[in-house]
């Protein structure tokens, strides 16, 4: 056989293969994405070591660190609720303090629906009465 020609070798078939590539850039995309989530966070909210130990794990030890990080090194937050906008004129009901991060049983919370609606039905009798106040003719001039 010439050199040129014959079987494959395993450099050609590593030259031709995408797997490695594919590899490397799976491993770089999961650094960044575990950098970018621990270097935000605040002390408190990372557990077991110091924010360059983890920095430093991620980088050296690619796989194994972010695996690490995600499973035992982050503190996971509790969903925070959003409150949309209003009127600053309307009145509504207290909202919860937003740092009860207890959850409440179904008894809790049907009684907090029936506060709510009990509430806002003594608020549409209140603007009812109001406007029969403001729409009613004064009474003595007649």
Known sequence: ????????????????SPMPYLFEAVTVI?????LVDLIPRQDHEIQHMPKVVW?????????VGV????????????PQQYRTTRDPHETSAPMPHPASNRVKTTEEELADLDREI?????????????????????????
Do not use: C, H, N
């Open 1 to 16: 056989m010439t050199p040129g020609q014959g079987i494959v070798g395993a450099q050609e078939i590593r030259r031709l």
């Open 67 to 78: 695996v690490l990080w995600f499973v035992i090194g982050r503190q996971y937050r509790a």
């Open 30 to 34: 999961l650094i960044i994405v575990a």
């Open 55 to 63: 920095a430093l794990l991620i980088i050296l030890i690619p796989v």
């Open 118 to 142: 009990e509430f806002y039905e003594k608020q549409a009798k209140l603007k009812r009465l109001q406007s029969e106040v403001d729409g009613a003719p004064d009474e003595q001039t007649t």
